[in-house]
C-alpha cells in the first residue's frame, strides 16, 4: 500500500507539474529553470507516461487550444522536439548524473553522440569517468576509444575486402573445377557409351521415359479440372444473377475473366511447348520410326 501510494504521489505530483506548466504564462520560464539534466528526466517523465495528453482540449496560455501531442507540447515550452528526443536519449545512455557532469564541463551534442555509438562497456567507462568530473580524463579516454574503434573498423573493412576477393577466386575455382567435372562426366559417358551394352542403357532411359510420362498425365489432369471449375463458376454465377439473359450479350465479372485468363494463357503454353518438342523429336527421328508407328503419332 505504501509503494502504491508513493506511485500515486508521484503520478500526482508531475500531472500537477504539467498542469502548473501549461497554466501559466510563464511556463517556459520555469522550467528554464531547471538545469537541463534534470528538466530532461522531467521531460522523459512526461513522455513515457503520456502525461502530456491529460492537457488535451485546455487552453494554452494565448488561448488556442492544446492537441494533447508531444511535439505540441514541447513547442509550449518553446523548445524543439528533436532537441527533447535528443536530450533524452543522451539521458537514457548515461544516466543522470553522468550527463549532468558532462554537461556542466561543456560536452556538446556532438561528442554525445560520438559517445553513444561506442560498445556498452566502453561507454560504462566513459560514465564512470564523467561522474567522477575530470574532463581531461573523459575527453582522453573517449578520444582513446574513437580512434581505436576506428582503426578496428578500417582493419574490419580491409578483412572483408580480403573476404570478397578470396570468395571471388574460390567461386572461379569451383566453377573451374564444375566445368572440370562435366567434361569428365561427359567423357564418362562417351566411355561407356562404347563399353556399356546399349539394352543396359536404354532400360534406365526407358524407365524416365514412363515416369515423366505418369507426371505429364497428373498435370494434364490438373489443368482439366481447372477448366471444369472454370466453367461450374461460370454457370453458377449466370444462375444466379436475376438479370441474365440466354439471349443477350453476356459479362462475366472481372475477377472471373482475369482467372479464365491466367488459365488459357497456361493452356497454350503447355500445347506450345508440346508441340516445339514433338516437332524436335519428328526432325531427327521421322525416318527411324516404324511406318505403323509413324502413322500413329502423325494421326495423333
Same mark, same amino acid.
Given at each position: ?135 581531461? &580524463? ?8 574513437? /580512434?581505436?574503434? %576506428? !582503426? @578496428? +573498423? $578500417?582493419? *574490419? ?7 570478397? &576477393? ?8 569451383? /566453377?573451374?573445377? %564444375? !566445368? @572440370? +567435372? $562435366?567434361? *569428365? ?21 526407358? !524407365? ?26 461460370? !454457370? ?65
Amino acid at each position: 500500500m505504501n509503494t502504491i501510494t508513493t506511485i500515486q504521489s508521484e503520478y500526482n505530483e508531475e500531472r500537477d507539474l504539467v498542469n502548473q506548466l501549461l497554466g501559466q504564462a510563464q511556463m517556459a520560464d520555469a522550467f528554464s529553470k531547471f538545469s537541463r539534466t534534470v528538466r530532461t528526466s522531467k521531460l522523459a517523465f512526461i513522455k513515457q507516461n503520456k502525461l502530456y495528453q491529460l492537457l488535451k482540449g485546455k487552453k494554452t496560455p494565448n488561448g488556442s487550444e492544446f492537441s494533447g501531442t508531444w511535439e505540441d507540447f514541447c513547442n509550449l515550452l518553446n523548445l524543439s522536439v528533436d532537441k527533447v528526443d535528443l536530450d533524452i536519449q543522451n539521458l537514457q545512455s548515461f544516466g543522470e548524473e553522468a550527463l549532468e557532469s558532462m554537461s556542466r564541463m561543456g560536452i556538446g551534442y556532438r561528442e554525445l553522440r560520438q559517445y553513444r555509438k561506442l560498445p556498452e562497456d566502453q561507454k560504462t567507462a566513459l560514465i564512470e569517468v564523467a561522474k567522477a568530473g575530470d574532463k581531461e &580524463a573523459l575527453v582522453e579516454l573517449a578520444e582513446e576509444f574513437i /580512434a581505436k574503434n %576506428a !582503426k @578496428e +573498423k $578500417e582493419q *574490419l573493412k580491409k578483412e572483408n575486402s580480403n573476404l570478397q &576477393a578470396d570468395y571471388k577466386a574460390l567461386s572461379k575455382r569451383n /566453377a573451374d573445377v %564444375a !566445368k @572440370e +567435372k $562435366e567434361e *569428365l562426366a561427359i567423357k564418362l559417358a562417351q566411355f561407356e557409351m562404347k563399353t556399356v551394352p546399349l539394352d543396359e542403357r536404354l532400360e534406365p532411359f526407358k !524407365k524416365q521415359i514412363a515416369e515423366t510420362q505418369s507426371r505429364i498425365d497428373e498435370l494434364l489432369e490438373q489443368q482439366r479440372q481447372y477448366v471444369a471449375l472454370a466453367d461450374k463458376l461460370q !454457370k453458377e454465377i449466370m444462375e444466379n444473377d436475376p438479370d441474365y439473359d440466354p439471349e443477350q450479350p453476356y459479362s462475366l465479372p472481372e475477377s472471373l475473366r482475369a482467372t479464365l485468363t491466367i488459365l488459357q494463357q497456361s493452356l497454350k503454353l503447355t500445347s506450345s511447348q508440346s508441340k516445339l518438342i514433338y516437332n524436335d523429336f519428328w526432325v531427327n527421328f521421322s525416318d527411324d520410326i516404324l511406318p505403323e508407328f509413324s502413322e500413329t503419332l502423325i494421326d495423333n
